[in-house]
């Protein structure tokens, strides 16, 4: 049997001010990191074909239970495990 490690992640959003030119990342919680897993993305061309984006993404778990499939930037590590 393989072991599996949780490891705990703060978790981020993009949000955008009223009135602001750029959004900003903003801390929305702490969440059980489960595993890496992929998104994709079609950014729509009305010239051309339409284009498959795909990225990496963190599957992880709130504190709700909910599961959540986002991308790898809006997560950050914090159990600071030693990486030897």
Do not use: C
Not at 29 to 49: N, S
């Amino acid at each position: 049997m393989t072991r599996v490690i949780v490891r705990t992640v703060k978790y981020y959003e993009y949000r955008q001010d009223e009135g602001e030119k750029y959004a900003t990342k903003v801390e929305i919680g702490v969440a059980k990191f489960h595993r890496w897993g992929t998104q994709y993305d079609v950014l729509k061309d009305e010239l051309k074909d339409d284009l498959i984006v795909q990225y990496t993404s963190a599957i992880i778990e709130l504190p709700d239970g909910t599961v959540e499939n986002i991308a790898a930037e809006m997560i950050k590590f914090i159990d600071h495990e030693s990486m030897n």
